[in-house]
Nanobody, 123 residues
């Protein structure tokens, strides 16, 4: 069982930066794929980025490539999402999720989810 907790959300102006953290408790992320997803009001949950620690394999949504960066710490207990050049359309609740094995852009294959953290980008 993996328990996840996101932190780092908040309010930022367009063009600014925010860093999100996803901390694991109960075990490390070793052997797990971790993804970041977001959901804006009235919209479906959307893939943002994911990382598979073994091999350092990462995937990004086209909408965030070049602006967001996903990484993890050496202890494999925290996954980060650095968000730069934020836009109003990035406003959403951001969730991290984990699954055994490789990460995926499909939210349906993830078994464990955090409670989410709000990111609001003002224009």
């Amino acid at each position: 069982q993996v328990q996840l907790k996101e932190s780092g959300g908040g309010l930022v102006q367009a063009g600014g930066s925010l860093g999100l953290s996803c901390a694991a408790s109960g075990r490390t992320f070793n052997g797990y794929g971790v993804g970041w997803f977001r959901q804006a009001p009235g919209k479906e949950r959307e893939f943002v980025a994911s990382i598979t620690r073994s091999g350092g394999y990462t995937i990004y949504a086209d909408s965030v490539k070049g602006r967001f960066s996903i990484s993890s710490d050496n202890a494999k207990t925290t996954v980060y999402l650095q968000m730069n050049s934020l836009r109003p359309e990035d406003t959403a609740v951001y969730y991290c999720a984990a699954r055994a094995g490789y990460s995926s852009s499909d939210y349906r294959v993830y078994d464990f989810w955090g409670q989410g953290t709000q990111v609001t980008v003002s224009s």
